[in-house]
């Protein structure tokens, strides 16, 4: 386990922030980009895809850096990387032809994509511990497909791993009943997996009075704020200073925290600060 898993369940209860970045592997200068901000201490963690054009280099890069990495499924982009398979290829094709061919796709359990599915996750796994020497201790999805209904009712995240929720959302931002499919889908996830207590996005960068309150937030729960340095206006905000300016003495972790108890356990027994999901 990463040496900030082992973090106390006083030390948790006072709250943490991760900033965690997706996309390390996909190529060389997303890599780069999340490597500067893990060396500024602005990133936390990151995201590794696998079977991409720097997977290779970034699990090297990984280990020299000791980077915390955990796995980023990806179903829709096309690997990038050598691969002598062309039957995973076939069947990373067939899945992202269904997952992007319209925006409720995700939510549809498609029987017939049952063995293309296993077989690509199962490949993902294979292939992180192959580059990187070590299980995934943590998984998320590029473009949160990791939460399909293909993969969630077909149980294919390994158990017992964190894995990423749904984004938090305000009453208001989202509808009643994308709100509730969330909120089940993150029920259904953390039978099997720990999830943190918060999960949001670090855009809009500019909206500062919303970042504050995440921040804040941070103080008595475990949330974590995605991000992608790859985008200009992202890797600005990381690395130019601007992200500590309104943390008000709240710390990033220098690694991803693992959370000891469900959220709803958290907001029970601590008094976790409620956001509608």
Known sequence: MPEMLNKSAEQ????????NADDWGRDRNTTD?????????????????VFMEDSQRAGLLAREHQVDTGLHLNFTTPFSGQLNSTHLLNHQNRIARYLLRNRLAQIIYHPGLVSSFEYVVAAQIDEYERVYGTSPERVDGHHHMHLCANV?????????VVARRNFTFSR?????????YRAY??????????????????????DLKRLRKIFVLANSAVVELETHPVLPIEYEFLTSGSIFSGLNGVEIASGFIGPLTSARERRRNHQVPFIEK
């Not at 948790?12 to 900033?19: M, Q, S």
């Not at 980009?33 to 895809?49: E, F, H, N, P, Q």
């Not at 208001?172 to 509730?180: Q, S």
């Open 12 to 19: 948790l209860r006072r709250g943490v922030l991760i900033v």
């Open 33 to 49: 980009r999340i490597l500067d901000c893990v060396k500024l201490g602005s990133v936390s963690s990151t995201s590794a895809m």
């Open 152 to 160: 969630i009712f077909g149980k294919l995240l390994p158990e017992g």
């Open 172 to 180: 208001g931002e989202k509808g009643r009943l994308n709100r509730f």
């Open 185 to 206: 889908i993150d029920r259904q996830v953390a039978k099997r997996n720990p999830l943190v207590d918060y999960l949001f996005s670090i855009v809009p960068v500019d």
